[in-house]
C-alpha cells in the first residue's frame, strides 16, 4: 500500500470515517467498522538447513456481519499486523460492495517468498494452519491465495485442514480445479482488471479497439489483465517489472511473453527505465506493483 505518513490501516480508517459522515452514520458506529473482531499472531518455526527460522505469522478478521470472513493469505517479507489490518478491513468493504454473502479477513507471514523452496512453503502453510484452525472454517473464514501464494499453497491448506477437522473442500478458495477449485480463479482479477478499464473507456467514450495500455507489475494481476487487454483489442505499449521496463509503440505480443517469470529474458522489445513507463502517453495506466 502506497503510504503518506500514517499506518495503512489508520489511511484506510480515514475513508472509513469519510464515507460515514457523509451518509450521516453515528460515531459508535463508525467506530466500530474501524475496528477489527480479532487479531492473531502466531510463531511459525521454519527447518532452514541445520538450524530453525522462526517467522511471524497473522491473521485478521475484521467483520463477519455479512457472513463468513473472506481474505487471501500473503507471503512477503514486509508483511506486518498493521498492513495485515488494512487489508482485512478492505476485504470487508469489497465483498460488501459487489454484495456477496461475506466479511473480510486477511493473513500473511512475513518471508521472502522467492527465497523458499517448495518444502518449506509447504511447511509454512501447514505450520499456519494447525495455529488458526480453530478460527478458520468455512462458517468462520475463509482464506485464499494472495501475494506469495497460489493454488499449491491453498492445496496444502486445504489438506492440513481436512486433516485436523474433516473433509471440508469449502473452508479455502483459490485451490486447483482438480480439487474442488474454480475455473479462471486464477486469471480473474486481472480479467477484472482489464474489463473495467474497458468499460471505463466506452463510458468515456473513447475506443477500445487499439486504445493504449502500459502496465506497471508483471506478476499474476499484472500479466493477465495485460493479456485481456490485448484480447480485447487494445494495444499494450510498455510493462514493467522489478527487472526493469519493456516498450513498443506497435504494441507487445503478450501473449508471447506471457510465460517468462520476469521481462529480463523478453527479446525484440525496446528496454527502459521501469519508472519511465510511468511517463508514456496512453489511454490506460494499469498500475499493478507492489505498493502501485
Known amino acids: 500500500m502506497v503510504h503518506t505518513g500514517k499506518s495503512a490501516f489508520e489511511e484506510v480508517n480515514e475513508k472509513v470515517s ?19 473482531e ?8 521454519l527447518h532452514r538447513g541445520s538450524d530453525i527460522e ?30 495485515v489490518r488494512a487489508l482485512a478491513s478492505l476485504m470487508t468493504w469489497k465483498t460488501a460492495l459487489i454484495d456477496v454473502p461475506f466479511g473480510g479477513a486477511k493473513g500473511g507471514v512475513a518471508v521472502d517468498a ?40 491453498m492445496a496444502w491448506l486445504m489438506d492440513e485442514f481436512h486433516r485436523l477437522e474433516g473433509f471440508q473442500p469449502a473452508c479455502v478458495t483459490g485451490k486447483p480445479v482438480e480439487l474442488f477449485g474454480a475455473p479462471g480463479r486464477e486469471e480473474a482479477t486481472g480479467r477484472g482488471v482489464a474489463r473495467i478499464a474497458a468499460a471505463t473507456l466506452e463510458k468515456h467514450g473513447v475506443k ?42 506497435k504494441g507487445i505480443d503478450v501473449a508471447a511473453i506471457f510465460t517468462h517469470p520476469t521481462l529480463e529474458t523478453v527479446e525484440g522489445v525496446d528496454r527502459v527505465d521501469a519508472g519511465d513507463i510511468l511517463q508514456m502517453e496512453c489511454e490506460v495506466l494499469i498500475p499493478a506493483a507492489l505498493g502501485g
Open 54 to 83: 522462526v517467522l511471524t505469522g497473522y491473521r485478521v478478521q475484521h467483520s463477519s456481519a455479512r457472513g463468513p470472513r473472506k481474505g487471501g493469505i500473503r507471503f512477503h517479507q514486509n508483511v506486518d499486523l498493521d498492513e
Open 114 to 153: 522467492s527465497k523458499l523452496s517448495l518444502i518449506e512453503k509447504e511447511e509454512i502453510i501447514r505450520r499456519w494452519t494447525r495455529s488458526l484452525v480453530h478460527v478458520l472454517g468455512h462458517h468462520r473464514d475463509i482464506p485464499a491465495p494472495d501475494m506469495g501464494t497460489d493454488a499449491r499453497t
Open 18 to 36: 469519510q464515507a460515514g459522515e457523509i451518509l450521516g452514520i453515528k460515531p459508535g458506529v463508525i467506530s466500530a467498522l474501524s475496528s477489527c
Open 38 to 45: 480479532r487479531e492473531v499472531t502466531i510463531s511459525i518455526p
Open 208 to 249: 477500445v479497439k487499439g486504445a493504449r495500455v502500459v502496465v506497471q507489475g508483471f506478476g499474476n494481476v499484472g500479466r493477465y489483465a495485460a493479456l485481456v487487454c490485448q484480447e480485447l483489442g487494445m494495444k499494450v505499449i510498455a510493462i514493467s517489472d522489478v527487472t526493469g521496463g519493456i516498450s513498443n509503440p
